[in-house]
């Protein structure tokens, strides 16, 4: 039986946060079984709290060492040493409800396997497979009511939001900056839980968008599916240091300018950026790697560049970027971090006199606009005009905003660097 489907660690941060925080009992005791534990004492001990919570007792850290003192069970739960070590253990609180799940998740992995063992030997047994169909259904049915539940009261929720706000005010916490002080100044910045949208056509500026934006220092995984290691690095050397992108490209560049890349090095070298570049890569990959970084390295904000590029393009492509961009929206909620996805928009955009991108130019990429709580098109006029009195004006569309307002803001683009500044 596999090693991984066993969770004393998580059963042991459990308990010790419930024996710091008792009232978080009242959050678990209905799903969370003591048979859900692997390790004897901790089940015995979890056991017991739950026994006094539903006496109708908040069963705080004296009442549940009387408790099994008293029933004669002190031994069984470990003891007073196991016990007190459990209490010295310095668990986040704000990660109970993982703990919870990944013991539950566990405990459903071992069912899972003891019901796949007995399959052969059932169908063996009956001539009626549909009376082994229909208990294993049963089975499997009773392993999926387990789950956290997430719902709050009115009290609850409005106390909580209460308390955030007054934090933030006290504090002065704001949105994390997204490097463009236009964009924080209408949209606050990125916000724990928000999925973005950025569309626009070729050569509008996307890429440099996110080079302009990781280069914040806030901790940031990018998933560059357009170019390779290198051509991004001299975009992020090109915005930062002012060097043109084209230089760096042809390594024609003079001694101020060699000086310069390497002063820039220098001081991007420690950023918090990770940079992936696997083409290869699947959906799954992307969900795994962003958990990975997330819990390695802290990262906050997440850039995939661009998202046509992470599925077939088949019939079901719709469909499959439909769900791409339902899954990076519940990751965002689930890690409390920022995703941003850059977009590719349909070529109706081409046979309109105002090219400037719209939602219903994303109609055709599985609906993303639906999932995405702020949707920035971007519009670069030079592009189609090359003599256009708006050259070096970059134009952020705001098509959505659900927590905002909708409207225009404009920066100045430097296209030999990709620099985007605020209009002087």
Request: charged share 25%; aromatic share 8%; with cysteine.
């Amino acid at each position: 039986m596999p090693v991984n489907i066993f969770s004393q660690h998580s059963e042991e941060a459990v308990l010790s946060i419930l024996l710091k925080n008792p009232n978080l009992v009242v959050d678990v005791a209905s799903v969370l079984n003591s048979n859900m534990f692997t390790a004897i004492p901790t089940s015995h001990l979890y056991n017991n709290i739950v026994s006094i919570y539903e006496g109708g007792h908040i069963p705080e850290y004296n009442m549940v060492i009387a408790n099994i003192t008293s029933s004669g069970q002190l031994e069984n739960c470990g003891g007073e040493k196991y016990i007190q070590y459990l209490l010295n253990q310095d668990y986040n609180s704000d990660n109970f409800s993982e703990f919870c799940q990944i013991i539950i998740n566990s405990y459903k992995a071992k069912e899972l396997y003891s019901i796949a063992s007995t399959i052969p030997s059932s169908i063996g047994k009956v001539d009626d497979v549909d009376s082994v169909i229909g208990e294993l259904k049963l089975r499997l049915d009773r392993l999926t009511e387990g789950s956290i539940d997430n719902v709050s009261n009115m009290e609850v929720a409005t106390k909580s939001t209460w308390d955030e706000l007054v934090k933030r005010i006290s504090t002065g916490e704001k949105g994390i900056t997204t490097g463009i002080k236009i964009l924080d100044d209408v949209t606050g910045g990125f916000w724990p839980g928000d999925s973005w949208v950025v569309g626009g056509r070729p050569s509008m500026g996307k890429t440099a968008l996110m080079c302009n934006m990781v280069l914040a220092k806030t901790p940031t995984l990018i998933f560059s599916r357009e170019m390779s290691r290198d051509s991004l690095i001299h975009r992020l050397i090109a915005v930062k240091g002012g060097v043109p992108v084209f230089n760096l490209r042809l390594a024609n560049l003079t001694e101020n300018q060699m000086i310069t890349v390497s002063d820039t090095i220098k001081e991007i070298k420690d950023y918090p950026i990770y940079i992936d570049t696997n083409f290869t890569s699947t959906p799954e990959y992307v969900v795994s790697t962003i958990r990975k970084y997330h819990k390695l390295y802290g990262v906050k904000v997440v850039h995939v560049d661009y998202i046509q590029l992470l599925v077939e393009r088949d019939e079901n492509m719709t469909n499959e970027l439909g769900r791409l961009t339902r899954q990076m929206k519940l990751l965002a909620n689930n890690l409390g971090i920022t995703v941003v996805l850059y977009s590719q928009l349909n070529r109706l955009v081409e046979l309109r006199q105002d090219k400037r991108p719209i939602l219903s130019d994303l109609r055709q990429s599985g609906n993303i606009e639906e999932d995405a709580d702020i949707m920035i098109g971007l519009y670069r006029d030079e592009v189609y005009s090359p003599e256009s009195k708006f050259k070096g004006i970059i134009e952020f569309l705001i098509r959505k905003q659900r927590n905002g307002p909708t409207g225009v803001v404009t920066g100045l683009f430097e296209d030999v660097t990709n620099r985007i500044r605020d209009k002087e």
